[in-house]
């Protein structure tokens, strides 16, 4: 009964390879995100979705390339690795009750690039 | 934008130590605030949230108040348990489709 549930959990792969991570809920939410969680523990938001539409895509190279096939679903998809790209991935997902509604977290991918 | 600051860690408290992590936040308009907690190797969990001024969101003997006039947002224990030893992230939501801000998280270290 996970609700918000990536895999892989890990990903090691190198520099100019091309891997997607994959994301589901089972919530029955709307809204969907991506965020990157870098060595120093930030957070930011990638891209968010909202009844399969991007609603929001924050200056993100276009190697990185999400694609939602329904409201339950949000993959990421990267092109041509780069060292920089090492990070955690979390997706998260909401309703669209208002700002008081909290987002749900997956327990994230660890991308390593070598 | 919006933006949330917080201390900086790490803090490294004795158990049943008092803890207050601070946090402050920019906005327009009336954002919802949140506290998340990170345990090492997990995901992001919801520890509390409060949606207007003066609200005080409670949780697993942790709280904070949303104080309008202070634009901050506090976190404080009572008592920590070594089990509290996590990264705790301050975020806010200003509507309905925008994503969580978040600060850059505090690291508790709680020894026995």
């Known amino acids: 009964d996970t609700a918000v549930s990536q895999t892989p959990k890990y990903l090691v792969t190198q520099m100019g390879n091309d891997k997607s991570i994959k994301c589901e809920q089972n919530l029955g939410h709307d809204t969907m995100y991506w965020y990157k969680q870098d060595s120093k523990k930030f957070l930011k938001i990638m891209f968010s979705?909202?009844?399969?539409?991007?609603?929001i895509n924050e200056t993100v190279p276009n190697r990185f390339s999400p694609k939602s096939p329904d409201k339950a679903h949000l993959n990421l998809h990267i092109n041509s690795l780069e060292l920089g790209d090492s990070a955690v991935y979390f997706c998260?997902?909401?309703?669209?009750?208002?700002?008081?509604?909290?987002?749900?977290f997956g327990n994230g991918t660890r991308l390593t690039v070598t | 934008g919006d933006s949330v600051t917080q201390m900086e860690g790490p803090v490294t408290l004795s158990e049943e130590a008092f803890l207050t992590i601070n946090c402050t936040y920019t906005a327009t308009g009336y954002p919802s605030l949140f506290w998340y907690v990170q345990y090492p190797g997990e995901g992001l969990q919801l520890l509390l949230k409060a949606t207007k001024a003066d609200d005080k969101g409670s949780n697993k003997g942790f709280e904070a108040t949303y104080r309008k006039e202070t634009t901050s947002f506090h976190l404080e224990k009572g008592s920590v348990q070594v089990s509290d030893s996590a990264v705790y992230f301050c975020?806010?939501?200003?509507?309905?489709?925008?994503?969580?801000?978040f600060g850059k998280g505090t690291r508790l270290s709680v020894i026995a």
């Open positions: 979705y909202n009844n399969k539409e991007l609603i």
């Open positions: 998260a997902s909401s309703t669209e009750g208002g700002s008081n509604s909290p987002l749900h």
């Open positions: 975020a806010l939501r200003n509507s309905g489709n925008t994503p969580l801000v």
